[in-house]
């Protein structure tokens, strides 16, 4: 997940997985310099699936930015099959 924010005076930087904060979880990258808040979870498992937030804030105000990350398990043939479908149905409508 990455977004970018502009902020004077320089706003602090929270990520979120659901209400509980992951800044300082030493399991994830996060980086925020240059105006940019990237966050990247290196080895993902069925357990990192959930719904992630960074909320940018200062004295003046606040916004936020979100996203849903799911996780399939590799040896399930259901999920596999079930995405090849979906994706030649879309491209058969492209044609």
Known sequence: ????????????????KGDISITAN??????????????????????DSGDYSVLVENELGKDHSSCT????????KSIVASIAESLQKKSKHLM
Do not use: E, R
């Open 1 to 16: 997940m990455t977004c970018a924010f502009l902020g004077n005076p320089w706003p602090t930087v929270t990520l979120y």
């Open 26 to 47: 030493s399991k994830l990258w996060y980086n925020s310099t240059s105006s940019v808040c990237t966050l990247v979870i290196p080895t993902c498992t069925l357990k």
């Open 69 to 76: 990350l799911t996780v399939y398990d590799k040896d399930d």
